[in-house]
Every structure is written in structure tokens, then in C-alpha cells.
């Protein structure tokens, strides 16, 4: 039994020493704080008590259409609709915001579906729009969707774009993803926050990170990967993040999708594996939907990386609904 004592005390050894580095690290960080000046175009409004980052692209041609609502997804900002945006504003309003918690948004807890919610519908509420189209990307969908089931007249109907709405991963529909045992301990401070400062530091992991999930097309350059990595420079930024991070995954139920009376469009990437062809066919069935478009060879991010691939696909769905 000594080489499980020996063990014992080597495994504590070097969890002190990763523990003491996190926050000699963190403590360093905050004496010598990188800090990203980029433009943000758009304002600050009240929406249902949280200071929201909105951005409006007026029609260029206004024909009367439902204004549409962008919604981003897990550690996105409205940045990943800046290249997509004016092309769908060809003839409606469009808007997109930074949900709570991410972006330039306040960081307003709590950071759960409802809560959501709530802040999308106050949303809607400031900016006196009249039944918007509402298009949520990757885990943007399950705010959509949510608003969708809980107050209908809302809105004209929505575009699930990389995101079934779910809070599950691909066939096992049992549990949510995300949240508690590992993930919870790699999220706590000291550790956590100290992997994420030391990446958000540097432009080459998060290079790395959107080259993979966006394709060829995209945005690399400093000033491209800065706008990313701005709000999680911030003050707090890291904090929400690994606080959204703790929880299980936001999302409706399948039954509670199949319970939608909102028309709803679905738009998939060929590439993308977090949302492939199978997860669009089981979502169109749910959500009783013949509104599925595919970008073929396209993946997660191919609104910031093909925008006018995008645009082309979802155009005609957001044309039949409102």
C-alpha cells in the first residue's frame, strides 16, 4: 500500500501547485490586464432590467416585412451577425443584441432559459417591434424557441440556424449536456479562470478556435479575432463566462418543441458537427416543419464565414414567415 500513498500524496502535491500557479497567475493578470479597444457600433437598452448591447441595420428597401431579431449563441456576440446582417437588411429592420452574460451586454445573472427569455422579450418590448421574425444561432435557438412557446403572438415565427434548441447532444435525449461533475471543477476558480485568461490573452488560440469552427472564408485577422476576444477581456467577462458555463445547457424539451404552434425554418451546415443533417430531420419532425435549408460544405460559423451563402439559404425561409 505505500506506492498508493506515495500516489496519494503526489496527486495532492500537484494540485496544489496547479492551484497555487492558477492564482498567482490570476493575481498577475489583474496587475498587468490586457485590455482590446475595438469599435462596437449599436446602443444600450433596458430589456427587462438588463443593460443590452443592440445593433439595428434600417431596410434599405422597406417593403413592410417583420422586422427580424438576431440572436447569438454560446460565447458569441453580435459580431458573428456583422457580416450577415446588412445582406438580410435588404428589405426589413434587422436587429441583433448580445444575450446576457456575453458580448458587451451587463452581466446579469441569472443566467438560465428564463432568464433569457425574459430579456429577448423586453427586448422586443424597447424597440416596439411588431411580431418579429426571430433567428437564433447555435444555442440562440433555445432563447427563440423559448419565447416562441411561452407567449406565441410574439412573434411571426423562427429560424433555428446551427441548433436544434435542445439541451441535449445528438441521439441521447435523456439528460442536458453541460454543467455539473468535471466541467464544474475545471470551471472554478482558481483553475478555470486561469485557462480561460490565458487564452483570451492571445490571438492564436482564439485564431485556432474560429479558424476550426468557421472555415476558410472567415475573418482572422487582429482586428477580426480582437472583436472576440474584447468581452471576455472586459471586467467580469471570464466570471459569466464560466458561470454560464457551470450550468447544464439552456434549451426546450423535445415534447415541449413539439408543442410549438409558431411556424419555424431550420438552416444546417454540411460540416458542422454539433448540428448535422440528422439533428435538422428529427428537429423538422418535432417542430412539424418543412423549412430546412443545408449549406454544403459550410460549418458552425458560416454566417461570419460564407455570409452570402447564408443569406441565399435563408432568405426565401424568412420570406415565409413573415
Given at each position: 500500500?505505500?506506492?498508493?500513498r ?10 496544489v ?5 492558477s ?24 430589456a427587462a432590467?438588463?443593460p ?9 428597401r422597406p417593403s ?12 458569441e ?12 437588411a435588404?428589405?426589413?429592420d434587422v436587429?441583433?443584441y448580445?444575450?446576457r452574460?456575453y ?7 441569472p443566467y ?6 425574459d430579456?429577448?422579450?423586453g427586448?422586443?418590448s ?16 433555445a ?11 410574439a412573434?411571426?415565427g ?5 441548433g436544434d434548441g435542445?439541451p441535449y447532444?445528438g ?12 466541467r464544474?471543477i ?10 480561460v485568461?490565458?487564452i ?35 471586467p467580469?467577462?471570464?466570471?459569466a463566462?464560466l458561470?454560464?458555463?457551470r ?15 409558431v ?5 444546417f ?10 439533428d ?29 451563402r447564408f ?12
Amino acid at each position: 500500500m505505500r506506492w498508493l500513498r506515495r500516489a496519494g500524496i503526489a496527486l495532492v502535491t500537484v494540485v496544489v501547485v496547479v492551484l497555487a500557479a492558477s492564482g498567482l497567475y490570476l493575481a498577475w493578470d489583474d496587475l498587468a490586464p490586457v485590455r482590446v479597444a475595438v469599435q462596437v457600433p449599436g446602443a444600450t437598452v433596458d430589456a427587462a432590467g438588463v443593460p443590452t448591447h443592440v445593433e439595428h441595420w434600417p431596410a434599405l428597401r422597406p417593403s413592410g416585412k417583420a422586422p427580424l431579431v438576431l440572436v447569438p449563441g454560446f460565447a458569441e456576440s453580435t459580431y458573428v451577425f456583422s457580416r450577415l446582417a446588412p445582406r438580410l437588411a435588404a428589405d426589413r429592420d434587422v436587429y441583433a443584441y448580445d444575450v446576457r452574460g456575453y458580448g458587451f451586454t451587463a452581466h446579469v445573472p441569472p443566467y438560465d432559459l428564463a432568464a433569457d427569455t425574459d430579456q429577448l422579450a423586453g427586448l422586443i418590448s424597447a424597440l416596439h417591434l411588431t411580431r418579429p421574425v426571430v433567428l437564433g444561432h447555435s444555442l440562440g435557438a433555445a432563447i427563440a424557441l423559448s419565447l416562441a412557446l411561452r407567449d406565441p403572438a410574439a412573434v411571426s415565427g423562427v429560424v433555428a440556424a446551427n441548433g436544434d434548441g435542445t439541451p441535449y447532444f445528438g441521439a441521447d435525449r435523456s439528460s442536458a449536456g453541460g454543467g455539473g461533475g468535471l466541467r464544474t471543477i475545471l470551471t472554478l476558480p482558481p483553475l478555470g479562470p486561469a485557462v480561460v485568461t490565458a487564452i483570451v490573452r492571445h490571438r492564436g488560440p482564439v485564431r485556432s478556435l474560429v479558424e476550426n469552427q468557421c472555415g476558410p472564408g472567415c475573418p482572422v485577422d487582429d482586428a477580426a479575432i480582437d472583436r472576440w476576444r474584447a468581452p471576455f477581456l472586459a471586467p467580469g467577462g471570464v466570471t459569466a463566462l464560466l458561470a454560464i458555463a457551470r450550468q447544464p445547457l439552456i434549451g426546450l424539451t423535445d415534447d415541449e418543441e413539439r408543442r410549438l404552434r409558431v411556424p419555424v425554418a431550420i438552416v444546417f451546415s454540411e460540416l458542422d458537427t454539433s448540428f448535422d443533417r440528422d439533428d435538422a430531420a428529427a428537429m423538422a419532425e418535432r417542430v412539424r416543419t418543412p423549412l430546412v435549408a443545408e449549406l454544403p460544405g459550410a460549418r458552425h460559423l458560416a454566417l461570419l464565414g460564407e455570409p452570402d451563402r447564408f443569406q441565399a439559404a435563408v432568405t426565401p425561409l424568412l420570406d415565409r414567415l413573415g
